[in-house]
C-alpha cells in the first residue's frame, strides 16, 4: 500500500532507549546484591564476564544525564531480582532498593519515565539451585518479588514490564544460559517452566492493577514475523507452525490467557504438555495487560520440514529454529546481514507491528530494536556509526507506516540506551548510542563518549521523528 501521505507520530509518543540490570550496572555481588544465573554462569570464551559491565552502577547520574540530553522521553530498564532480594525470598536488601529508588528519581529529575522490566534473564542463583521455574513455588516466588518492587517504586513507576523475551528463555534457555532442564523429558520441563512464567505473569498483572492505581504493565516477548520459504503450501503450514510456537503461545496468553491450539497440538504430540492445576486457567485470563511490549530484531524464515534432518544446536539462532517434524529453517536471500550474521529486516518490522496490533488490538510499545556493531572509538574522541544510523532510521520509518497503516504504537525504546555486554559476544559487540571506555578484559577509564548515532537520535526525538537524515 503507498500513501499519499504518511500519519505523523503521536505528540505524546515515549522515544527513549533500553538497557537491562546484569548486562549494564556491574558491580554484581556489591552492596549486598546476591549472584544471579547470569553471574555463575560460565560465559563464552574470550568474552568478559559481568563483575563490572558498563558499571551504570556508579555512573548512573552521568548516564541519565546523557540520555537527557539525547532528549528521552522513557527510559527502559530492569530490576535485579538478587539486588532486591538475594536470595530470592526472604529478606529485602536496603541497599538494592536505595539503587533503584535514586535510578527512577535520578530519571523524574530529567522528566524521563522509567519503564521498569521486572525479570530479564537474571533469575537469583540461589532459587535456580531449589530447580528454578520448574517448581511451583517459583510463581508466588515471582509475585512476591513484585509486591515488593511494587510497594517500593510503584509511588512513581507507571509503566512496568513482566517478563523480557519469555519465549526465548523457553527456546533457546541454554543459549542465553538460563537453561536449568534436568528431565527425561526436557520439552515438557521447558514447558512446564513456561506455564509457571505464563501464570506468575498473570497474577503480577492483576496484582500492579490492584496496588497501583492507574498503573499500566504489559509482557515484553521477542516477536518476529515468521515467513514462508515460499508459496508451496507446505511450507506456508511451517511458517504457521513457527509463528505459533514462537510468538503467538506467548501473546495469546498474556492478552486473552489461552493455550494456543497449533502450541497444544504440537505439545500433545510430543507427550510435553504442562500439567494445569484447578485455577490456573481463571488466573491467567486475569491477567489483562494495557498494552504490549516487544523486542524486534530479525524475521525468520522457514520451509517444511519432513522430519530428515538433525535438528542443529548451539549459538546460531538461525539453526537453532528447526525442529525436525515441525519445520527447517531457511534463509531469506532478499535481506542482508549484519556483521555477527543476524538478518537485516525493516519492512518485517512493519509486518510484524501490523500482525501484532490485528491480533490483540492494544498499544504496542517497541522495547529492543537495534545493531551490534564493532564501533571504534577514534583518536579524537569520535565514534563513527553510520551503519547504526541507517539500521534505526529504516526501522523508525517502517514504524511510521505502521501508525499510518492503524497501528496503536506507542513507544520506541532502540537496543541500548549505553554500550553493554552483549549476552553472546561481550563486550566487543556494541549497541549503545553511547561509548563506553572499556576493552573486553581491559577496564580503561570506563569513560562515555557520544556515538554519531547520540546526535541524530537526539534530533530525531526533537522533531518527533520527521527528521531523519543524517
Not at 531469506?332 to 525493516?346: A, R, S, V, Y
Not at 559487540?429 to 576493552?439: E, L
Request: with cysteine; hydrophobic share 35%.
Amino acid at each position: 500500500m503507498i500513501y499519499k501521505k504518511l500519519k505523523p507520530f503521536p505528540q505524546d509518543f515515549l522515544w527513549g532507549a533500553s538497557t537491562s540490570a546484569y548486562q549494564v550496572e556491574g558491580a554484581n555481588l556489591e552492596d549486598g546484591k546476591g549472584p544471579s544465573v547470569q553471574d555463575v554462569k560460565k560465559v563464552p570464551e574470550g568474552t568478559s564476564d559481568l563483575t563490572v559491565c558498563a558499571d551504570h552502577y556508579h555512573h548512573y547520574k552521568e548516564d541519565i544525564a546523557l540520555m537527557a540530553e539525547m532528549g528521552f522521553k522513557v527510559y527502559r530498564f530492569s530490576i535485579s531480582w538478587s539486588r532486591i532480594i538475594p536470595e530470592g525470598v526472604g529478606a529485602v536488601n536496603p541497599k538494592g532498593i536505595e539503587f533503584y529508588n535514586n535510578i527512577i528519581d535520578e530519571c523524574i529529575k530529567h522528566n524521563i519515565i522509567p519503564l521498569v522490566t521486572m525479570f530479564h534473564f537474571d533469575l537469583p542463583a540461589a532459587l535456580d539451585a531449589k530447580g528454578g521455574w520448574s517448581r511451583r513455588e517459583s510463581i508466588d516466588e515471582f509475585v512476591n518479588f513484585a509486591k515488593v518492587m511494587y510497594e517500593n517504586f510503584g509511588d512513581r513507576v507507571k509503566y512496568w514490564l513482566t517478563i523480557n523475551e519469555q519465549n526465548v528463555l523457553t527456546l533457546m534457555g541454554e543459549v542465553i544460559g538460563t537453561s536449568n532442564i534436568k528431565s527425561s523429558n526436557p520439552k515438557k520441563e521447558a514447558y512446564q517452566q513456561n506455564h509457571h512464567m505464563l501464570v506468575a505473569q498473570a497474577k503480577a498483572m492483576a496484582l500492579c492493577h490492584e496496588m497501583i492505581p492507574g498503573a499500566k504493565i504489559g509482557p515484553a516477548p521477542n516477536i518476529s514475523l515468521t515467513y514462508a520459504a515460499s508459496c508451496k503450501p507446505e511450507d506456508v503450514i511451517a511458517s504457521q507452525n513457527f509463528n505459533a510456537i514462537r510468538n503467538w503461545l506467548y501473546l495469546d496468553m498474556a492478552v486473552y490467557g489461552k493455550y494456543n491450539n497449533i502450541v497444544w497440538a504440537y505439545l500433545e504430540n510430543l507427550d510435553a504438555t504442562p500439567d494445569i492445576e484447578p485455577g490456573d486457567m481463571e488466573i491467567l485470563a486475569s491477567g489483562k495487560p494495557d498494552f504490549i511490549g516487544f523486542n524486534y530484531y530479525s524475521t525468520a524464515t522457514v520451509e517444511y520440514s519432513d522430519g530428515s534432518e538433525v535438528n542443529e544446536k548451539g549459538g546460531d539462532q538461525q539453526k537453532a529454529m528447526g525442529e525436525p517434524g515441525v519445520v527447517k529453517a531457511a534463509a531469506n536471500p532478499n535481506l542482508q546481514k549484519t556483521q555477527f550474521g543476524w538478518e537485516i529486516d525493516p519492512v518485517g518490522f512493519r509486518s510484524t507491528l501490523r500482525e501484532i496490533y490485528s491480533r490483540y488490538r492494544l498499544p504496542l510499545i517497541i522495547t529492543e530494536n537495534g545493531l551490534g556493531a564493532y564501533d571504534k572509538l577514534t583518536e579524537d574522541g569520535k565514534i563513527h556509526d553510520p551503519y547504526r544510523i541507517e539500521y534505526l532510521r529504516k526501522h523508525i520509518e517502517q514504524i511510521q507506516l505502521a501508525i499510518t497503516d492503524g497501528v496503536e504504537v506507542m513507544g520506541y525504546c532502540p537496543w541500548s540506551a549505553i554500550d553493554l555486554i552483549s549476552t553472546h559476544e561481550g563486550m566487543v559487540k556494541r549497541y549503545g548510542f553511547i561509548y563506553v571506555n572499556r576493552d573486553e578484559f581491559d577496564l580503561k577509564d570506563l569513560a562515555r563518549y557520544r556515538k554519531d548515532s547520540f546526535y541524530w537520535y537526539k534530533k530525531v526525538i526533537v522533531s518527533n521523528g520527521e527528521d531523519l537524515t543524517d
